[in-house]
Nanobody, 119 residues
C-alpha cells in the first residue's frame, strides 16, 4: 500500500511562512514526479508546483517567487516552502506522486493538509 503523508500545514498570518512535507512510502520514489496541488473552499484543485525526477521545477504564476518545491530522495520526501503567504493561499494542500513507465502509469495522492492564511 503506497502512502503519501503530508504535514506542516496550519494557521499563519499574512506575510508568514510555512513548510509542507510529503513523505512517500515508495521504494522507487526518486523516479516519480512530485506535485503539490491546493484546493480552496468551493473551488477546483489547482496545481501549485511540480518537481520532476531530474529536479526540474514548474510553478503556478500565482506562487512564483514565493514558493519553492524541493525533494530529498534519501528521505523519500518532497517539500513546499511557502513564503510571503497571502489569504488567497488558503486551502487544502495535496501532494501527488506520478510515474509514467512502459509498464504502466502510477499515480498516488496524499490525504491533504490544511493551510489557513489570515489577513
Amino acid at each position: 500500500q503506497v502512502q503519501l503523508v503530508e504535514s506542516g500545514g496550519g494557521l499563519v498570518m499574512s506575510g508568514g511562512s510555512l513548510r509542507l512535507s510529503c513523505e512517500v512510502s515508495l521504494f522507487t520514489f526518486s523516479a516519480y514526479a512530485m506535485t503539490w496541488y491546493r484546493q480552496a473552499p468551493g473551488k477546483e484543485r489547482d496545481l501549485v508546483a511540480v518537481i520532476d525526477n531530474a529536479g526540474r521545477t514548474t510553478y503556478a504564476d500565482s506562487v512564483k517567487g514565493r514558493f519553492t518545491i524541493s525533494r530529498d530522495n534519501a528521505k523519500n520526501t518532497a517539500y513546499l516552502q511557502m513564503n510571503f503567504l497571502k489569504p488567497d493561499d488558503t486551502g487544502v494542500y495535496y501532494c501527488n506522486a506520478d510515474l509514467r513507465h512502459p509498464s504502466g502509469k502510477y499515480n498516488y495522492w496524499g490525504q491533504g493538509t490544511q493551510v489557513t492564511v489570515s489577513s
